[in-house]
């Protein structure tokens, strides 16, 4: 379970939320917790759920904290091959002005392209008349 980006998601979820919860920081501060157990667990957890599951973000984030609130907490060990994937949503960009100025702009012009490209097109014909078939008479 070597993810990075499971780990500094998970790690900048609890950050943050140990900065606006003053109850949850005392539980963040634990000696005997970490954030490898705490990966660890969460995986446990989805595993029980399923071999292949997926799980939002606020169920992640649940574990993680519902982790470091409990002092009991049975962390499963799990094989080798066991891997998390982090959705790219739970990492904010910002931009600045300029930069989103610049996007709207590029934005406008592709559409742009694409509709004058749609109006080049030649137009399709009218459908074609269906030719009468007619047979001969056998008799």
């Known amino acids: 379970m070597e993810n990075k980006t ?15 919860d003053e109850l949850f920081a005392k539980s963040y501060a634990k000696e005997n917790k970490n954030l490898d157990e705490c990966c660890s667990y969460i995986m446990g957890e989805a595993r029980k759920r399923g071999n292949a599951v997926a799980m939002s973000d606020t169920e992640v984030f649940g574990l993680a904290v519902h982790y470091y609130d409990e002092d009991d907490i049975k962390v499963n060990k799990l094989p080798a091959a066991a891997r998390a994937v982090a959705s790219a949503s739970s990492q904010s960009v910002k931009l600045t002005e300029e930069d989103k100025k610049k996007a709207r702009e590029e934005a406008i012009k592709r559409l742009t392209e694409e509709q004058y490209v749609l109006l080049k097109k030649k137009p399709l014909r009218g459908k074609k008349e269906a030719m009468e078939v007619q047979q001969m008479s056998l008799f």
């Open 6 to 20: 499971f780990k500094e998601a998970i790690k900048s979820y609890l950050d943050e939320r140990a900065g606006t």
